[in-house]
């Protein structure tokens, strides 16, 4: 042992980040008796929700089918508000989680990994900070999910404008003046698809910067009665079955008939139905070959471009917002209130980045190839390096010294999502082939307790070491790629893809099976673990 490990803290386990997934990652752990510490970059948990608290930040799952399952007392000790729950909401959900159980005293805060590198000799990780403390684990699980390190757009200059400017997922914690500002919006993504229509009828003018416009889908919003929370709270087991049978983890599942097989009346009349319906409705309870059949696409897309050509009252403006590069649901689409008619505003500006790019950043603003734009804030809504983004911000290494970030130059390599070949003992929880476009907490509970299982496994049979095999993890691979190849998805320039950045080679971040077919491939593969390999002391 080092003498760097014989002064650090010994745990069993590491967790890294106290969001949704970190936070119950911890406490199934936690429950097999192990010491576990969990190390969380921000001054508080909740991850996605302690970041991200731009205006109109909010959910686009419905909140009783976002929040843990596993506890009826939460369920019974916790009332949701609204249907799509707002930030504010959220971190406070998640603060009343960890006071609940109680989790504070195992969470390091203010704490950012910078490195973790495994030591073949001790068979154990050690996690350097930012602020040069050490940590040492037997295992540990990377929690930090997809959608966690902000994309920052090559602006020259954007350090010599005189004004603020904020990215929508490093927001403030003190209020943001926007009251009578100029305020530039680039971004027209989920993120600034909620923000823009919340801050539109402050400012004094908002210059909205789009380079490829989004299908949204209205969240149809409302806030609940005591009746309501009531229901919920009487049919919560009910609503946990049916969010962990349906594909996605929703409580929104596709129809058996395809888009082409009614008539035209009929298609109509369901797109005018899920249209009023809450959240994912129109994506994920529509037709079942809305994502493998263009044709039937086509027949929701065109539905929605009227619905936006209807709803904005310029049609030059309507034809910018209605997207000719991908169809409906070819990307996660984002939900929005009031959004389109945001632009209906005469304090509302929407700029095309593909006529008019950004050439760069001024002292007073913004210059454009065709002007010089004036702000006092610019707001960067510009997403995420998403899926392998969060991990490879940390320097892992794992046997032999080999870099993760080598390992997955040409896009994730994983098994099931959880483990990677050669980096024994490292977990991961919605991360890379994995985490999903669907609703996150439902896979990533599948998740961790499939690792909790599995450390159960090694604790009662002496085993100190687990490794993922090549030959598994090339079958999972090729697998996770195969859920989406033969899918509308793989047509799409995506986050899912990593398309948005910039000297990213393309490959598919996630994975797109159903929630059915990995929750059977997580039993299959924890019932022998023939795939795995394990070393005792």
Known sequence: MTSTQSTAPQFDAIVIGAGVNGLYTLYRLRELGLSVRTLEAGAGVGGTWYWNRYPGARLDSESYSYGYFFSEEIQQEWSWSEEFAGQPELERYFNFVAD??????????????????????????????????????????????????????????????????????????????????????????????????????????LTVFQR?????????????????????????????????????????????????????DERQALYEKLWNATGLALSHSNFRDLLTNREANDTVSSFIAEKIRTRVHNPDVADQLIPKDHGFAMKRPPLETNYYEAYNRDNVELISLDKEPIVRATEQGLETTRRNLDFDVIILATGFHAGTGPMLKVDITGEDGAALQDYWADGPRTLLGVLVVGFPNMFIVSGPQGGTAGNIPRFGELQANWIVECVRHMKERGYQKIEATPEAEEAWVEHAIGTVEKTLLSQANSWYFGSNVPGKKRAFQLYAGSQSTYRSRLDEAGREYQDFKFTSE
């Open 100 to 205: 609940r159980l109680q989790l504070r005293p195992d969470i390091e805060l203010n704490t950012r990994v910078a490195s973790a590198h495994y030591d073949a000799e001790t068979a154990s990780w050690t996690l350097r900070t930012t602020d040069g403390r050490t940590f040492t684990a037997r295992f540990v699980v990377f929690a930090t999910g997809i959608l966690s390190r902000p994309l920052f757009p090559e602006i020259t200059g954007l350090d010599e404008f005189s004004g603020a400017y904020h990215h929508t997922a490093l927001w403030p914690h003190e209020p943001v003046e926007l009251a009578g500002k100029r305020v530039a919006v680039i971004g027209t993504g989920a993120s600034g698809v909620q923000l823009i229509p919340s801050i539109a009828d402050q400012v004094e003018h």
């Open 212 to 264: 490829t416009p989004n299908w949204c889908a209205p969240s149809n919003n409302f806030h609940f009665s005591a009746e309501r929370v009531a229901d919920l709270k009487s049919r919560w087991r009910e609503i946990r079955d049916t969010c962990r049978e349906t594909p996605g983890g929703f409580i929104h599942s596709p129809r058996d008939e395809s888009a082409l097989d009614v008539s035209a």
